[in-house]
C-alpha cells in the first residue's frame, strides 16, 4: 500500500469528478460536497466506467407509495445497469455483503507535508502551497 | 345450436374409437393427436411421456387443488337471495362457466373421471369416491371455478359468489369432513369480497380466499388491498386460480385462437400478478400473507425469479419498498401447486428446476381433479426425493395453511 | 512511474472482450438523430404529413414512451456522441466507443425510431417503413461495411410488406433479415401475417421479432404500474407469440421459416418449450395441423439473441439452460447504446469453452444469417 499523489485539490471542484491511472488502474476520484472519494473506474457487475455514472440519494421506504430520501449524491449509480453503490463504502446497495465497488482511501495533504514523504510523486511537481489528493494503492 | 350439435357428435364419435382398456389419459392423448404417428420418434416420446410418473407413497397427503362443479345457477337458487333467485329464473341467467375453463373440454374433464350425466366434477359422491378415497388424503381443498367474477354487475357478482360459498358449504363441506374449500370472492369489488370474506371466515372449513389470475387490474395494487388486510386478519392465504374474467385479452398480443393456445399462456398471467405483488409492496405492508398459484405451473419460476432478481437491482429506485430480492420474496410468501406439472416430454427437468428454483418448499401437492394431468393415480412426476415427495404432499400444505395445520392436530 | 495526471480514456475502453473474440452482435440500435434525417428517404407529401401530424403510436404520450425508462433515451450513460445527438446516433463514435474496441465483425441493426409497424395510418407506415430502411442501408451499412440492415416492416399491410420486402431484397444483401414487433394488431401465428413468411421463407431471409410494439394491454393480468415489469413483460410477449405461431401452424406451412427472438433473454425457452409439449399432448386434437410436438419447432425454427443476459443466483445453473436449449439456438446481442447493454467479455457470468463462446458469438449467427 502506498500514497499516490493524484491532483491538486483545486483540480477536482465539488460535484466534479476526474479519472486517473494510478498503478496501471483506472480509478475515479469524485469531489462529493467537498469529500473526496476515489473508487475502480469499473463497475463490478459488468464492468461499466462508473466514473460515467450519476450521483443520486438514498431512496428507501418502510411504506408502499412513501419515497424516504437521505444522503443526497451519495449513492453512485452504474451508468449501465443503475445498480446503486453506497459511495463511502463502495457496497451495492441490493447486494451489500458480496458486491461491491473497489474503493481506496483517499486524503488531502498540504503541500509542505507531502515534501517529507513517503509519496509516489517522481514526475509531479508538488508545491508546498497548493493542497493534495492522495489516493492508498 | 347447431354448434352445440356438433360438438357433442364429435366426442361421441371420439369415445367411440379409443380402446376401453387403455389407461384413460393416455386414451386422450392418443386420440386427440390422429394425425400424429407417421413421425416415428415424436410417436415414442408421446407414449412414454408419463413413464416415471408414481402414485402417492404416502397417507394423508393434502390435495390443494379439486374442482367443484355448480351444474348450472338452478342448482344454485336455493342458496341464493329472494332478489337474484327471482331474476335468475325471469332472466334466464345460466351458462356461467368461465370460457377460461369450459366444463366440456375433454382434457379438463378426465375419461375415467367423467359422469355418466353432468359436467365432470359435479357430483360430491363420485369426488369422494376419486379423490378423497382414491389418493387417501387427509383433506381436499375445493376451489369452485363458476365464473361469479365474471359479471359486470358487481351486486350480481357477489349474488352469485354467496350463492356459490353458500353451495360449497351445503353440498361438499357437510358432505365429508375431509373436505375443505376455497371462498370465493367478487374480485371487482373489494368492499363486497371483504363482507363475504367476514361472513364466511368463522366456519374453519373455509381455509383461504380464491382469486383469479386474470382480472381489471393487477393483483397488486392498492385497490385490492381491503381483501389482502380480510385475509391476514382471519389468517386465511389468497390462492389464485388459472383463469380469468376477459376484461382484457388473455394474452400480451391479443386473442388466442386456440383453447390450447390459452392454456399454455397461463403462467404468464401469474407471473405478471406475481411481479406486481411484489412492486406495489404487498409484502411490506403484509409480510406474513401467503399465496398460493394454483394450476399455474411452476416450472416457470427459475427464470422468472432471476429475472425479477436483475432487474429489481436495477430500478429498485421506482419501488423502494421492496427491500429484499424478489425470489426470496417468491420463497417466503408463494406456493405452487403440483400439477400441471410442466416438465419435458422425456421426464426430466424437475429435479434441477426444483434446484434452481432454490427450494423445496414451494410445491404443493394437487391433483386438479377432474382436469387431465396423469395417468391414473400416477400423480407424481419423476425427479422428486423421498423427502421431497413428504414435504409436497403433507408438510408443506400444512405449513401453507394455519387451519389446516390446526385441524390434523 | 506511478502517477499520471492525465486522464484515463474512460468511457471509450473495451470493458470486457480481453481476448479479442470476433463478435456477431444480433442487435444495435442506430438512430435518427431526429427525425427529420429521415426526410431525404420520404417522398413531399409524407415528408409533410410528418411536419403536421407526427408519429401517431398506440400511445398516451405524444413523443414519450408509456413507461418511463430507466434511464435518458434508454441508454447507457457514457454513449451520448459528444457530436451531439441522441446515443446511437453517430456512426464515429459507435465505431470508437463500441465496434472497434469490441471486436464487432457484424452488427445486425434495429432501428426502433421510428417503428413502422406501431404507425396507425398503414400508408404513412409503408412510407416511413421504406424510409427506415433505405435510411438504414445509405447512412450505415454503406459507411461501415460492418454494420448489416433489418428490413424494419409495416406489417399490418400484409401487401406493403411484400414490396417492400422485395424491394430491400433487390437493393443488397446487405438486408439480412426482415423484423415487426412483438405486439402488433393480431398474434403473429394469425393468417393475416402469413403472405410476409411466404416471403421471407422464398428469400431465405429470418424474420426477427424485437420485444415492443406497446398496442393495448400488455397482458391478461392488466395494466402494470412500473418499468420494472413492462421490462420483465416482454420475455411473456415473446412466449405468447412462439404459441401462436406453432399453434396456428406457421412452421408446418413454412418449415423453412427461421424465426429470431430479439431482446428478451433466453432461459424461459425450456419451461416454456416443455409446457407446449405437455399441454399440446392434452389438446392437441384442437390442432391438428400441428404435425409435431412443439419443442420440434423450437429447435428447428428459432433462435434467440441472448440480451438481457439472464443471471441464474448461482451462476453455473445457466449451464443447466443452455444445455436445454442447444449450443446452436443462441446468438449473442449486446443491445448497444441501451442502458441494459451486455458487454461481450462480461455479460455471461457462467465458463465457456472456446468453441462454446465462437459458437454464442459468432458461428450460430453466421449460419443465421448467411454471413461470410
Known sequence: MAKHIVARVEDIPVGERKTFSVRGRAIVVFNQGGEFFAILDKCPHSGAPLSKGTLVSLVESGEPGVYQRSRPGEMLKCPWHSWEFDIRTGQSYCDPASTRAKKYAVSVEPGCALAKGPFNADTFPVSLEDNYVIVEM | MHLVIIVDMARISFHSSHNKHMSAYRAIAKGAGRSVGKHMDDQVLLDRAFDGFTELPVKGAV????????????????????????????????????????PGIGALGREDWRLPAGKPGSDPDRTIKDVLDGFDLSFAILNCLYHVQGAYDENMSI???????????????????????????????????????????????????????????????????????????????????????????????????????????HPHMFQMQLLSLITEGVFTKFPNLKFVFAESGFTWLPPSIWRANKTWKAMRVETPWVDRPPAEIVRSNFRFTLQPSDIALDGTGLAKTIEHIGSDDVILFSTDYPHAHFEGKRALPPGLSDSQIRKICIDNPLATYPRLKEASR | MNVQLKDAPTGTQVRGNPGKLKVIDGDVHPIPRSLDDLRPFLSKEWGEHLTNYGLRYRLPYATAPAYPKATPALARRDA??????????????????????????????????????????????????????????????????????????????????????????????????????????????RQRYWPIYEVLERLGLPLAIHVGGEGGVPGGAGWPSYYQETHHNTSFMNRELITSMIFEGVFDRFPDLKLVLVESGFAWIPALSWRLDRQWLRMRDEVPHVKHPPSHYIRKNIYLTTQPMDEPERPDDLRDIIEWIGWDRLMMATDYPHWDFDDPGLAFKVRLTEAEKRQLFSENARAVYRLD
Open chain 2, 63 to 102: 390435495d390443494c387443488d379439486v374442482h367443484p362443479a355448480v351444474p348450472g345457477t338452478g342448482a344454485l337458487l336455493k342458496y341464493m337471495d329472494d332478489h337474484w333467485r327471482e331474476q335468475i329464473v325471469e332472466r334466464g341467467i345460466d351458462g356461467l362457466d368461465a370460457m377460461s375453463f369450459p
Open chain 2, 159 to 265: 349474488g352469485l359468489a354467496r350463492a356459490v360459498n353458500n353451495w360449497v358449504k351445503a353440498e361438499w363441506l357437510d358432505r365429508d369432513p375431509r373436505f375443505r374449500a376455497s371462498i370465493v370472492i367478487p374480485t371487482e369489488s373489494p368492499e363486497l369480497a371483504v363482507d363475504e370474506i367476514d361472513r364466511l371466515a368463522s366456519d374453519k372449513r373455509f381455509v383461504q380466499i380464491m382469486m383469479l389470475a386474470g382480472g381489471e387490474i393487477p393483483m397488486g395494487r392498492r385497490f385490492h388491498w381491503p381483501i389482502f388486510r380480510a385475509a391476514e386478519k382471519h389468517g386465511l392465504p389468497i390462492t389464485v386460480h388459472a383463469g380469468t374474467n376477459y376484461r382484457h385479452a388473455p394474452t400480451s398480443i391479443g386473442w388466442p385462437s386456440f383453447f390450447v393456445e390459452e392454456y399454455v399462456g
Open chain 3, 80 to 189: 451520448w456522441p459528444p457530436e451531439g445527438g441522441p446515443p446511437g446516433s453517430s456512426l464515429r463514435f459507435m465505431q470508437e466507443q463500441f465496434l472497434d474496441p469490441c471486436n464487432i465483425e457484424y452488427g445486425i441493426m434495429h432501428c426502433l425510431y421510428p417503428i413502422p409497424m406501431m404507425e396507425r395510418n398503414l400508408s404513412f407506415a409503408n412510407a416511413l417503413s421504406s424510409a427506415v430502411n433505405d435510411w438504414q442501408y445509405h447512412e450505415w451499412s454503406q459507411k461501415d461495411r460492418r454494420m448489416k440492415a433489418t428490413i424494419s416492416l409495416s406489417g399490418e399491410d400484409a401487401a406493403g410488406a411484400i414490396k417492400e420486402i422485395e424491394r430491400c431484397a433487390k437493393v443488397s444483401r446487405d438486408f439480412v433479415q426482415a423484423s415487426m414487433p412483438g405486439r402488433i394488431t393480431e398474434p403473429h401465428g
